[in-house]
């Protein structure tokens, strides 16, 4: 009887956990394409708007804009970096949108770096799959992922994306041969970003 009792109780623990993963399962979202075109839309506002690179910078565009008219430095007062444009698209798309900040999904941020999107925060996708709104992310010497990109579009094998370029110190639509030194040693893959929203 004993048995029995435990048995039972077990299998009540494994079913509440089952449904507790379900729900929290239930709670990521992957983005769709309609979201991505729109997040893509808005991360073109960026170059459109010439908005200057600055690491660790995470205006949006409007709020760059404002403090641009407000005499504001561009590169040293305001700014943004590859993640915020990534960050920023997608928050225009999704307002309340979350990022998870681990495996375990239980910590939410509202803001991410492409180390964070790039591990917890997007799905792996191929080549094939790509689509404008899409995230491409880039890896140091080390093989650690230290820049993003929001994909625009492929000709043939020239690859053509969206990022904030310290290089060229702001928001540029720019692109990069498959077969070229940059790509080759650059390249740490394609995903799609998954998210949840505050609730």
Do not use: C
Not at 113 to 131: C, D, H, R, W
Not at 151 to 161: A, D, K, M, P, T
């Amino acid at each position: 009887m004993k048995t029995t009792v435990k048995v039972r109780f077990f299998l009540l623990l494994m079913l509440m956990g089952i449904l507790t993963a379900q729900t929290w399962a239930a709670n990521r979202y992957l983005i769709t394409t309609e979201q991505a075109n729109q997040a893509h839309d808005y991360a073109l506002r960026y170059v459109e708007n010439e908005v200057a690179y600055l690491f660790g910078g995470r205006q949006s565009v409007e709020a760059y804009l404002t403090a641009l008219a407000d005499g504001k430095v561009p590169g040293e007062e305001i700014g943004v970096d590859a993640s915020a444009v990534v960050v920023n698209a997608y928050r225009h798309v999704v307002p309340n949108i979350r990022f998870f900040f681990d495996e375990s999904g239980k910590t939410l941020v509202s803001d991410a770096t492409s180390s964070l999107i790039a591990k917890y925060n997007s799905i792996p996708i191929t080549q094939e799959e790509l689509g404008p709104g899409d995230l491409i992310f880039f890896k140091d010497a080390n093989g650690s992922i230290n820049g993003i990109a929001i994909f625009s579009e492929l000709r043939g094998s020239v690859i053509h994306f969206i990022t904030a370029s310290a290089n060229a110190g702001k928001v540029v639509r720019t692109n990069a041969y498959l077969n070229g030194e940059f790509w080759t040693t650059r390249f740490a893959g394609f995903g799609r970003l998954q998210y949840t929203i505050a609730e």
